[in-house]
Structures are given as C-alpha cells and as structure tokens.
C-alpha cells in the first residue's frame, strides 16, 4: 500500500494510474468490441493513453474505489461478451488503422491487464 502512489522513474505511472489505465482500456476496448459485434464499419481512432492517465487523477482516489470501478467494468465485459454469438466473435473491425477482430479484442483486454500485473510485480513489488 505505501507504494500505491509512487513512480520509480520520472514519467512513470504509479501502481493506481496503472489500474485507472487498465480500467479505461478495457471500457474502449469493449465499446470497440460491440461496435463491432454490432456491424458497425466506421473505423476508429485510437486514444491518447497518456492524456487519459493524467486527467484521470487515480491518485486522488482510494484504492478501494479503483477496485470497485474495475470489478463493475470487468463484469460489463465479461457479460458483454458473454452475449456475442460465435459469429459476432468473428466479425472484423477497423480500429487504429488495424483490422482486428471481436474475438482478438477479448484477448487484448485480457493480455493488457497481464501485462501490466507484470510491470508491476516487475517494478513496483
């Protein structure tokens, strides 16, 4: 918990930015999902992570409510995804100037948050 708000480098996020991130990643990703799913075919534009992590001020929240967002987003995903058919899961995207599946965004939302569990076991514990 004393390193919740700490960087080990400048320009680095702390371990609640990571979460905040991981959180807002995941609720793009999924929106990017159901467009999709929903065969949408407007392509769309990538997101400025950096922006997102310094207007988003994890660090004066409580841990506990980062949990809490990130539990309620998890759970939209995962009943969100739950309501794709297998054909949904195949239906193709444009998004960030990649082609890119619904199926893909599943396991980009999931390789993302282990990702960074790994930075922070790596740097911060």
């Keep these: 918990s004393e390193k919740l708000e700490y960087?080990?480098?400048?320009?680095k996020w702390t371990p609640k930015d990571i979460l905040l991130h991981i959180i807002d990643t995941e609720r793009v990703f999924a929106y990017r999902?159901?467009?999709?799913?929903?065969?949408?075919k407007t392509e769309m534009v990538g997101f400025e992570q950096d922006d997102y992590v310094e207007t988003g001020k994890a660090n004066n929240r409580s841990i506990d409510?980062?949990?809490?967002?990130?539990?309620?987003?998890?759970?939209?995903?995962?009943?969100l995804f739950d309501s794709f058919s297998d054909e949904d899961l195949k239906s193709m995207g444009k998004a960030s100037g990649s082609s890119v599946s619904v199926r893909a965004i599943g396991y980009i939302i999931t390789g993302h948050e282990n990702h960074h569990i790994n930075v922070i076991k790596e740097r911060y514990l």
């Design 33 to 40: 999902a159901m467009r999709i799913a929903r065969q949408d």
């Design 65 to 79: 409510s980062l949990i809490d967002e990130f539990k309620a987003v998890r759970n939209a995903t995962i009943v």
């Design 7 to 11: 960087a080990y480098a400048q320009g």
